[in-house]
C-alpha cells in the first residue's frame, strides 16, 4: 500500500487509529484457551469489531515468536484473513530489526515476501547498510525508531552529539539513503512536545505515535504538533482497546474503545 492509499483510507474512515495486536496468551478471556488457535480466534475477534474505526494494525512480533511454530502460524492466517477481509487496512510487523546486508534483507524478505505486511519498524543503530535493504521493496515501507516512548529513550536518544540530539541526527541522516521516500518514523506520544522540532526536519513523512493510551499520552498534544495538511500520522493503541474487558463479549467492549478513539480523530480531523 503506498502512503496516497493510507492517506485516502484515513480522510474516508475519519481516523488514523492504528490496533496493535500484542496477543498475550496469559491476558486474553481464558475460554479462548480451549480453541484450536486462540491467538487466531482472538485476534480475528478484535479485528472483526474494530476495523471500522482503524485503518492499521501492529501485531508485535515478540507475543508471537514467544509461542514458537504455533505462534507464527497464528500470525500468518492473521495477516491472510486481514487481506482476505478487509484489504484496505495497512499491516505494520512491529519486528524492530536491523542487522547488516544480506540479514537485513532475509528479514524484510520474511515480513514483506512471505507475511505480506506493508510495513517492518527497524532499528537504526547500525546505519545505513541496515536500513537500505528493507527500502528496496516497492510499494512497503520501513518505520524507523527515531525517538520511542519509553522511559530508557532518555539514555540515548536525546543525547547531544554535535550540536543536535542524536534522534535528530538519526532522522537528518536517514533522508539521505537510498529510497528514503518509503521511510517512516516511530515518534512516542508520550514526547509529543518533541514532534514540532521532528517536523521541521521530515515535514510530511508519516509517524507512527504509539504510547496513546495505557502509556498515558495526549491525542490532543500529538495532533497539535504532529499533524499535517495530509495528516501524515499513525496513532497506535494496544493495551488498552484490545485487554478492555476479559468477558465473553471482551471484542464489543475493545470496539466501543476504538470507537471512542476514532470519534476523537474525526474532530482533530475537521481541524485541518
Same mark, same amino acid.
Given at each position: ?11 474516508? %474512515? ?21 480453541? @484450536? ?5 482472538? $485476534?480475528?475477534? #478484535? ?44 499491516? #505494520? ?36 547498510? !541496515? ?36 534522534? %535528530?541526527?538519526? #532522522? ?6 537510498? $529510497? ?43 495532533? @497539535? ?12 493503541? !494496544?493495551? @488498552? ?32
Amino acid at each position: 500500500m503506498t502512503s496516497q492509499e493510507l492517506t485516502q483510507q484515513i480522510f474516508k %474512515k475519519k481516523s488514523f487509529l492504528c490496533v496493535g495486536l500484542d496477543t498475550d496468551l496469559d491476558r486474553i478471556p481464558t475460554y479462548l484457551l480451549s480453541e @484450536k488457535d486462540p491467538v487466531f480466534s482472538f $485476534n480475528k475477534a #478484535i479485528i472483526d469489531a474494530t476495523h471500522k474505526y482503524c485503518v492499521a494494525y501492529k501485531p508485535n512480533i515478540a507475543f508471537y515468536e514467544a509461542i514458537g511454530v504455533d505462534g507464527w502460524k497464528a500470525l500468518k492466517k492473521t495477516i491472510e484473513y486481514l487481506h482476505s477481509e478487509y484489504p484496505e487496512i495497512y499491516t #505494520i510487523a512491529d519486528a524492530k530489526r536491523g542487522d547488516i546486508g544480506n540479514t537485513s534483507r532475509m528479514y524484510a524478505k520474511a515480513f514483506f515476501d512471505d507475511l505480506g505486511f506493508d510495513s517492518v519498524t527497524v532499528a537504526p543503530y547500525m546505519g545505513k547498510d !541496515s536500513v537500505e535493504p528493507f527500502l528496496e521493496f516497492i510499494n512497503k515501507h520501513t518505520i524507523l525508531l527515531a525517538l520511542t516512548s519509553n522511559e530508557g529513550a532518555y539514555d540515548f536518544q536525546t543525547l547531544k552529539t554535535g550540536d543536535e540530539e542524536l534522534y %535528530k541526527k538519526v #532522522i537528518r541522516t536517514s533522508k539521505s539513503w537510498n $529510497n528514503s521516500e518509503n521511510l517512516m518514523y516511530v515518534v512516542g506520544a508520550t514526547k509529543a512536545e518533541y514532534l514540532a522540532d521532528i517536523r521541521k526536519i521530515i515535514p510530511e513523512n508519516f509517524l507512527l505515535v504509539p504510547g496513546v493510551g495505557a502509556q498515558g499520552g495526549s491525542l490532543e498534544e500529538v495532533c @497539535k504538533y504532529g499533524i499535517t495538511r495530509n495528516v501524515g500520522l499513525l496513532v497506535n493503541s !494496544s493495551r @488498552k482497546i484490545i485487554y478492555a474487558s476479559d468477558s465473553s463479549n471482551f471484542a464489543e467492549i475493545a470496539g466501543a474503545k476504538a470507537e471512542a478513539l476514532q470519534i476523537q480523530m474525526a474532530e482533530e480531523l475537521e481541524k485541518l
